[in-house]
């Protein structure tokens, strides 16, 4: 029988560079990030869905999010930065937050059935979460990008740059599953602890692009 912290899916060494590539624009500019990501909620949300969100992918990201005056909604932290251990005052300042908090495994460069699990539930509740991975966090944007309500922001760190600030659009799930779907593993799995249908349609313009928002 399976452990729920075991490797879902894996990142297939044909895909590392794909990865490597930001999803969306980077920044090191927190407050003017956080007022796109304000704009995105209010030209994308989808009366079909939840509210939009704010979740923030990495102890600096979300540390810098809440120094620009905003908790995150879902916020993933594993106490590292580029696989060495985050400044103290970072930790320091996370590990003193209210928040409910979630604690899973995720082996690095792979998304345990666990973490999915975790991320639904965080994405589902009222008030704001934190979930304490133990490993990696590195791949947790991807299903974030997927399964937050469209009109969401997903920020990430992208190493020696920045923030990565993707916008949940229809154009960026479609983009989302793509490289979802590229993974090694059970993809059905993964879709399923995520709450997201297998067959979902983003369609948002021709070929699922949304025509307003290249971004």
Known sequence: MSDSSDPLLTLPESLRDAFKEPLGPVTTDAEALLERA???????????????????????????LREAGRVPDVALVDGKTEREAVREEIETALAATEERRIAVENPAAALSAALLDALA??????EPVTIEVTGEEDLAALPAMLAA???????YGQPG??????AVTPEARRRARELFEGLAGDTAAGYDALGVELSESDDGGPDGRDPTDPA
Do not use: C, F, K, Q
Request: hydrophobic share 35%; glycine share 14%.
């Open 38 to 64: 304000d704009e995105t909620r209010e030209r994308h949300g989808s009366p079909g869905e939840a509210p939009p969100g704010l979740i923030a992918v990495g102890d600096v990201v979300t540390y810098h």
């Open 121 to 126: 539930e965080a994405l589902a509740a009222d």
């Open 149 to 155: 309500p469209l009109g969401s922001t997903v920020v």
């Open 161 to 166: 740059e920045g923030m990565v600030r993707v």
